[in-house]
């Protein structure tokens, strides 16, 4: 126990003055004469004795009542268990994740840590606080108040590294004692793994805690088929804990609902379901469920642009062509029929699939191109003639790692042999058949390390496909093959054509690079935006050639619709979406130390802060115990005879 003013304890010597006056006080007895003396002297023993006690007592109670009193203006405490902790470098992480949407005792996570913040912010003290997305450095209660009061979710989350880097340069230049206040709900994600190595900083570990962990969440969309007329769009779910009731999923374009339909989860954490819809233009697409915990995640933003055709180049010699050109019409074709000694070489680099059809011999720059396109995911179709020049053809196959010819076999053969379950072949008849006319060549090419799609009698491949190289072994001509007369040969072709149909992005993902080509020609000083109703954005981007590549790298944007504009004029829409991390809601609270301290809620921290570094003062409890003294005084001389 310390006191604030010492010097007042001098005044414990005027104690001496009651306990002289009680000590010294001389009473002198006056002598009375009465007949029964026995008695008397039985009266003055116990009068003497009693009054004896009473003074005794009285002037206990007199000198404690003055020594509560001296001791209370001496002002007494006990000094502070940690006179720093007010006094050292607090900076605050408030965690702004979208898994902070989860309810927990008093409401949202996020929203109910705001409120403990703003109630328990230290008055006439600057703050710093910081979240995944905002940092506000030195601002009073009252500034922070208000800044609190508009934080949205953050789109990305960072992981703890991040965050650590980002609280040491807040307490950079700072020689004092070092406290980060870390409020959060914990998320696995987050990757707490070197917590304890720090020994520059205190972390004050407050946990978020969700009151229900089950929440289904809309993972992604994407097109798993594409037609002339209509699309397929497949929806995955997913949920960490078991879901016994069906779950309802809706297409919409802007209100305008499309399709909908219910999911079982079938005691599985994953789902998916398909919906198939027009291939029209959709700008403002959106696919939702009801759920009543996160809600970020219940729903996806999309776009469909209009959808193109694929561009179709066949390269041909001088064998006919045109059976081709039949098959692949508009509008999902676009066909160009090219000559190889009037090939447009830029032509084939935009092709999304090349067909040679008897060409004999493969020039270098022709390897070199078809080569470029191969990496690029461009499907060719090879067509041999009977006289092909072998090196020149195995010279690219084997640089593309697809099946190779060997020399040409001169014998009619049947093909009698279907693999049903290839995606050229899938859904083109309606029943297995084993009895039909079968086609029949000439002569053929044995092919090596090919996947056979359709065989003759002997099982040696007639069409071939590997590494997105799909191979004939005879020339399809009239005088080696009767192909062309076959029913097969619409759907297969017409099915390589539709593998080449580009598929498009519905959307892309907050946080993620991604390159963008869009095709349009552009005009000096002007550049590409991406607008919604509130918010105009201008991306990286650069011009290559006829189009303008567009980068999302750093963009801070919203998950949402938007549309891309170029010189006031629409140039289609793009879409974005927040990664579904924070979806997973599982956690990992970090284990006490030294290093680590952790409180049940806001309040309790700063109390504990309050209360570590006040003085606990003591002169009120020496006020009281005066009164208490003064009324046993009291009570003993009116009482005690």
Request: without cysteine; hydrophobic residues 40%.
């Amino acid at each position: 126990m310390e006191f604030k003013q010492p010097e007042l304890l001098y005044a414990l010597f005027l104690l001496l003055i009651p306990l002289a006056v009680h000590l010294f006080q001389l009473r002198r007895f006056q002598k009375e004469d009465f007949t029964n003396v026995k008695f008397l002297k039985k009266v003055i023993r116990q009068t003497r004795k009693s009054s004896q006690l009473k003074k005794w007592l009285v002037l206990a109670t007199r000198m404690l009542m003055l020594t509560a009193l001296i001791l209370a203006f001496a002002q007494p405490y006990f000094p502070a268990e940690n006179p720093e902790a007010t006094t050292s470098k607090k900076v605050i992480f408030l965690d702004n994740s979208f898994s902070m949407q989860a309810t927990g005792k008093n409401g949202e996570l996020l929203e109910s840590a705001i409120q403990d913040l703003i109630k328990n912010f230290p008055e006439n003290e600057e703050i710093t606080l910081f979240t995944h997305n905002a940092e506000f450095r030195d601002l009073t209660s009252n500034e922070l108040t208000t800044e609190l009061q508009n934080l949205n979710f953050a789109e990305n989350s960072l992981n703890f590294n991040t965050i650590k880097l980002k609280a040491e340069q807040l307490f950079k230049n700072t020689g004092e004692e070092k406290e980060l206040i870390f409020i959060s709900d914990f998320q696995r994600n987050l990757n707490l793994g070197n917590l304890s190595d720090s020994n520059e900083i205190t972390y004050h570990i407050i946990p978020a805690v969700p009151e229900n962990i089950q929440n289904i969440s809309l993972d992604s969309v994407f097109i798993s088929d594409r037609e002339a007329e209509q699309i397929s769009l497949q929806v995955l779910l997913s949920s960490k804990t078991e879901i016994s009731e069906p779950v309802s999923v809706s297409v919409f374009n802007g209100e305008e609902l499309l399709a909908k339909s219910a999911v079982s989860f079938k005691d599985k954490y994953e789902a998916q379901t398909t919906f198939k819809i027009n291939a029209e233009e959709i700008a403002d697409g959106n696919i939702r469920i009801e759920d009543s915990s996160l809600d970020y995640d219940n729903t996806i933003f999309f776009s469909l642009n209009k959808l193109q055709p694929a561009e179709v180049i066949i390269v041909s010699q001088n064998a006919g062509a045109n059976f081709l050109s039949r098959i692949l019409t508009p509008p999902e074709f676009n066909t160009e029929i090219f000559r190889l000694d009037q090939l447009d070489f830029n032509k084939l680099n935009t092709a999304d699939l090349v067909i040679l059809n008897e060409v004999e011999s493969l020039s270098g720059a022709l390897q070199s191109n078809l080569t470029n396109l191969q990496k690029n995911a461009v499907n060719l179709v090879i067509i041999p003639s009977e006289n092909i020049d072998l090196n020149s053809y195995n010279n690219l196959l084997g640089q593309m790692n697809a099946p190779i010819f060997s020399a040409l076999k001169t014998r009619e053969s049947l093909i009698t042999e279907l693999e049903f379950d290839h995606p050229l072949l899938t859904g083109v008849f309606e029943e297995r058949v084993q009895n039909f006319d079968y086609p029949k060549v000439q002569s053929y090419y044995p092919v090596n390390n090919g996947v056979n799609i359709i065989s003759f009698q002997d099982n040696a491949g007639f069409l071939l496909e590997r590494n997105g190289v799909y191979l004939f072994s005879a020339a399809l001509n009239a005088e080696n093959s009767n192909f062309r007369n076959s029913p097969l040969i619409v759907p297969v072709f017409y099915n390589m054509g539709i593998s080449a149909l580009k598929t498009p992005n519905l959307y892309y993902e907050n946080g993620k690079e991604d390159l963008i080509k869009i095709t349009l020609n552009s005009q000096q000083d002007e550049v590409i935006h991406i607008i919604s109703e509130n918010e105009d954005f201008i991306p990286q981007q650069r011009v290559l050639g006829d189009n303008i590549e567009i980068s999302t790298a750093g963009l801070n944007i919203v998950s949402g619709n938007y549309s891309l504009e170029y010189n006031g004029k629409n140039q289609g829409y793009i879409s974005f979406n927040s990664p579904r991390s924070e979806s997973e809601l599982e956690y990992e609270i970090p284990e006490e130390n030294e290093n680590i301290k952790i409180h049940p809620n806001i309040g309790a921290y700063f109390n504990e802060i309050k209360a570590s570094g006040q003085n606990s003062e003591l002169w009120k409890s020496f006020v009281i115990f005066a009164l208490i003294f003064l009324t046993a005084e009291m009570l003993l001389l009116k009482y005690l005879k």
